[in-house]
């Protein structure tokens, strides 16, 4: 069995950035275990989470779903109980492959996730996620996951159904999901036409 750990620091961060992977990969019908954790939330964004992660993962075999009242936009300035977060989860879950932010993320919560990440796991696959925003922080990607039209329309459709609390962001919206997919689809060569990109800084070829 294959284990995959899930990070994001909002209620919507693991979607946006791996969200369709996920759903290619549950596709597969290979045997992986799912842990997905949030870690910033209020309890109507924690509905949301919680919603949207049961959709994401409806059809996983075996998953783990966890989301933090931490504040939103805090986690750098509550560091000490983050960092205990991250030492629980090392007990509790021993991933194969990890999805959290990128590194230069320039949302502090965002890049916290990615030190912690890196801090709490060194001997596992790290793929860091882009989200798009208004601070121009998009880089140039090193690893692409190809999707077919119909998962990032599932993608699409299930961000729009369940994120309801973030309609009114001028980023949050149909078009630019797809068409930041198209854009790293068109750069990676996708067949498909469409695709998510990551950062890989370290890939161990055998051992």
């Not at 799912?34 to 939330?41: D, E, I, L």
């Not at 509550?78 to 492959?97: C, I, M, T, Y």
């Amino acid at each position: 069995m294959t284990r995959i750990l899930c990070l994001g620091a909002h209620s919507d961060d693991i979607e946006i950035g791996c969200g369709g992977t996920i759903l290619r990969l549950i596709e597969s019908g290979e045997d992986i275990e799912f842990y997905w954790m949030v870690m910033s939330s209020n309890p109507e964004r924690s509905n949301e989470a919680q919603k949207s992660a049961r959709a994401f993962l409806r059809r996983a075999r075996k998953k783990t779903v966890v989301v933090k009242p931490f504040r939103d936009g805090f986690l750098p300035y509550v560091g000490a109980p983050v960092k205990e977060s991250f030492e629980e989860l090392k007990r509790d879950f021993a991933p194969d492959v990890i999805f959290t932010h990128y590194r230069h993320d320039l949302h502090q919560d965002h890049r916290l996730i990615s030190e912690l990440t890196w801090n709490t796991f060194r001997n596992h696959l790290i793929l860091e996620y882009e989200i798009p925003k208004y601070d121009g922080d998009m880089g140039s990607p090193n690893f692409f996951v190809p999707l077919t039209r119909a998962v990032a329309n599932d993608k699409v459709r299930k961000l729009m159904r369940y994120f309801s609390t973030q309609r009114n962001k001028r980023w949050f919206t149909e078009d630019f999901f797809y068409a930041l997919m198209r854009f790293r689809g068109v750069e990676s060569g996708s067949d498909s036409t469409y695709a998510e990109a990551y950062y890989c800084r370290k890939m161990l070829l055998g051992n």
